[in-house]
């Protein structure tokens, strides 16, 4: 079988414990399910019966999570741990549990691939058989719930009144999980009928619930409220080894009682799930996570990442295979330092560790100096946004002194600091930090940053990106345009490539949450053929530019509000852009305040002159030029930025309405005086000739009205 089929197949569905789900039913689909060699109908080898043969379950694929859903369908309790164990050569049936999202799924998959000969090692599977923890968040954690071996096999809620510290320490144990760390009443819901009649005394040691002494309660109720509801804490079965730090190093689990390093080349793994890792061991944020170099004699466990990824206990992903491995997984943490709350490894509400407790920072103890220490210290891009209470509102305890970093140290706490003299912060003003993506994406090959075959720069190396899970689509590559600004995705391809070339893997899956696309990345890493993606979004042109051209004898100007042209120029706006592809046409769009006008030309040269004979008042408003190109099998267009022009009165225009403009007036200025000479006279008298000598002189024919009228009044 292709191993990149067996990876595509791998579990990353959740499962609610006590639920009945498709993934229920999809069991359906075999005539008969058991589990035989063991101590009872509840333990022993995972063999299916289909088609009327029985065979072996091959145990690969198979974490704790998956086998819990066997035992839960045959009515088994909890699982309690899985193992495998070899067979003599004799067919398989190879299940990926992911198979058992639905019945057609599991079907589909039967059809299409035979028994495997390969793998003759068997799921082993050991449940709780008489008890179980129902509703909870994970398989230690839920509402109690027994089984009496010797009634009719029904389940009963147990009474909080009938169950204390030291019974709750024996079903922890039995379930194979750590010590007791809740006990409460309806903590996972209300009591449902059937009530366990006895209350249990247990006295710590015991191997099982009911190996227990008990007596009878003589209850046949339990009051509202009162359902026993547990949480048992996850087993020391996590650690990272081989450095200075408890927070750095080879990660190393613990399973069937064996300490192991953790496959990197074979297990399902990115920085996300990393991260789960340094929170569970309350180590901040994963920084950075990559392979080590081992001895190939040395075994090591698998675990499912999916898995991880949704808030389950470490032991539960953890895959029953294991194997010889040439390159052990190592993780780095921030440990002194974290963002919580936010949306993605590098946002959130920052918190800082101090005498194994994590504080709240205030904002006025904050500034961008000491937030780009602890974008740097988090393997981020530089601060984007300082903002108070942005990822939720200050929590006990606050961080008592102020940060003065200088910006360039490696750590926040080796900044220099000095006492704030508060133990509160006011509301609002919790640090909310978001740390931009590192510049560590890219489109290579095309005709610009917004095309091409996508590469990914992880631990200082560029490499192609390829997806293992064929699931790459759209959605992923529209998250790579977003990344990149490059507007929306319009294409994306898988293309073969025959080179030999190191390659980052990718989880198209959680590049579909959103999730900064460093999270996403796959170990291991592989020297193959591969299959590259490629990406084209809609950002692939430049934008154009758009110039401005007069020929006139007078001038044009700039000013503030854009360019200035004379009425009745000529001009000429020209739109240009960068040599990307051949042809197109560029659109000259005008915006005025009534109106739109807009003109075309061809691309030559990649630019176009659209020439304005006269100017106008009408050519007044904003000009745009849009670049529009078929390429690709799509119509892609870019906008320039607007230009404002305005049309004012041509120099010739202003001479002939200046004189105009005089004329006028110096006719005015000769109406008016003469009016006043001749007002001077005495009433009945007609003025002497040298009383006329300055109005002769200004105008002339004022003089001549006034002695055609004089003669009028002699007559």
């Known amino acids: 079988m292709d191993h990149r089929v067996l990876i595509v197949l791998l579990w990353t569905s959740g499962f609610s414990p006590g639920l009945q789900t498709e993934e229920h039913d999809a069991f359906k689909v075999f005539d008969d399910i058991r ?7 509840c333990s022993g080898d995972l063999e299916v019966k289909h088609q009327r043969v029985w065979r072996g379950v091959d145990h690969r694929y198979w974490d704790l999570k998956s086998a819990d859903r066997v035992c839960r369908y045959l009515d088994c309790g909890s699982v309690v741990r899985t193992s495998s164990t070899p067979r003599p050569p004799s067919p398989s049936w190879t299940i990926p549990p992911s198979c058992l999202k639905s019945e057609s799924r599991l079907t589909k ?6 028994p495997d000969l390969s793998f003759p090692t068997i799921l082993v599977i050991i449940c709780s058989d008489s008890v179980r923890l129902v509703n909870g968040k994970s398989l230690c954690s839920g509402r109690l719930e027994v089984k009496s071996n010797q009634s009719n096999q029904s389940w009963s809620s147990v009474c909080e009144d009938d169950f204390d510290l030291q019974d709750a320490e024996v079903v922890c144990r039995e379930l194979g999980c750590g010590a007791p760390s809740v006990l409460q009443g309806a903590l996972y819901g209300d009591m449902e009928a059937p009530v366990w009649t006895k209350e249990f005394q247990c006295g710590g040691h015991e191997s099982a619930l009911l190996d227990c002494d008990s007596s009878d309660s003589d209850r046949n109720t339990s009051s509202p409220g009162k359902a026993a509801g547990l949480t048992c804490s996850e087993l020391h079965n996590v650690r990272l080894v081989g450095e200075s730090s408890r927070c750095a190093g080879e990660l190393e689990m613990k399973q069937q009682g064996y300490w192991r390093p953790v496959d990197d080349r074979k297990s399902d793994w990115n920085l996300k799930t990393a991260d789960e890792v340094c929170r569970k061991l309350d180590c901040g944020s994963a920084v950075s996570t990559g392979g080590r170099e081992s001895d190939f004699d040395k075994r090591t466990w698998r675990i499912s990442s999916t898995c991880l990824q949704s808030k389950s206990a470490v032991r539960e992903c953890i895959l029953t295979d294991s194997d010889t491995s040439s390159s052990n997984l190592e993780i780095k943490c921030s440990e002194s330092v974290r963002l919580v709350n936010g949306k993605s490894l590098c946002s959130g509400r920052l918190e800082v560790k101090s005498n194994q407790s994590w504080s709240s920072v205030c904002e006025d103890d904050f500034d961008l100096q000491d937030a780009e220490v602890v974008c740097r210290v988090l393997g981020c891009g530089a601060p984007s946004v300082l903002q108070g209470a942005l990822y939720g509102d200050v929590e006990a305890p606050v961080w008592t002194k102020e940060f003065q970093c200088g910006g360039h140290e490696s750590a926040l706490l080796d900044c220099d600091s000095s006492d704030s003299d508060r133990n509160t912060c006011s509301p609002g003003k919790a640090v909310g930090l978001t740390c931009s993506e590192p ?7 095309g005709s610009s940053r917004c095309d091409g075959t996508l590469e990914m720069k992880q631990h200082g190396e560029w490499r192609p ?8 689509d759209q959605k992923s590559a529209a998250a790579v345009c977003n990344r990149l600004d490059c507007g929306s995705a319009v294409s994306t391809n898988i293309s073969t490539s025959s080179s030999l070339k190191s390659v980052w893997w990718i989880q198209p899956s959680c590049v579909a949450s959103y999730s900064m696309l460093r999270e996403c990345l796959r170990l291991p890493s592989d020297t193959i053929g591969y299959d590259s993606l490629e990406v084209i979004c809609s950002d692939i042109l430049a934008q154009p530019n758009i110039s401005f051209a007069t020929f006139i004898d007078g001038v044009s100007e700039a000013n503030q509000q854009g360019i200035q042209v004379l009425m009745g120029s000529s001009f000429t706006i020209s739109c240009s852009i960068l040599p990307q592809y051949p042809g197109g046409s560029f659109q000259l769009i005008l915006t005025t305040s009534a109106t739109s006008q807009n003109h075309t030309l061809p691309a030559v040269n990649h630019s176009a002159h659209f020439l304005f004979s006269a100017a106008e008042p009408a050519h007044r408003g ?3 030029c849009v ?12 906008e320039s930025q607007p230009l404002h022009l305005t049309v004012s009165a041509s120099v010739t225009d202003l001479i002939i309405r200046l004189v105009v403009l005089l004329v006028l007036m110096v006719l005015m200025v000769g109406s008016n005086a003469a009016v006043y000479c001749y007002c001077k006279a005495p009433r009945g008298q007609k003025p002497r000739r040298e009383d006329n000598m300055e109005l002769d002189h200004l105008g002339g024919a004022g003089d001549l ?5 004089g003669a009028q009044g002699t007559e």
């Open 627 to 638: 670049y529009h190109l078929y390429v690709f099998s799509y119509n892609f267009s870019s």
């Open 705 to 709: 009205l006034g002695e055609e009228a």
């Open 465 to 472: 990106v390829i997806d293992l899970d064929s699931q790459w």
């Open 35 to 41: 589990l035989v060699g063991g101590s009872s109908r």
């Open 622 to 624: 904003e000009y745009r």
């Open 109 to 114: 998959w039967l059809e299409e691939w035979s």
């Open 439 to 445: 510049d560590d994406v890219r489109l290579l090959g």
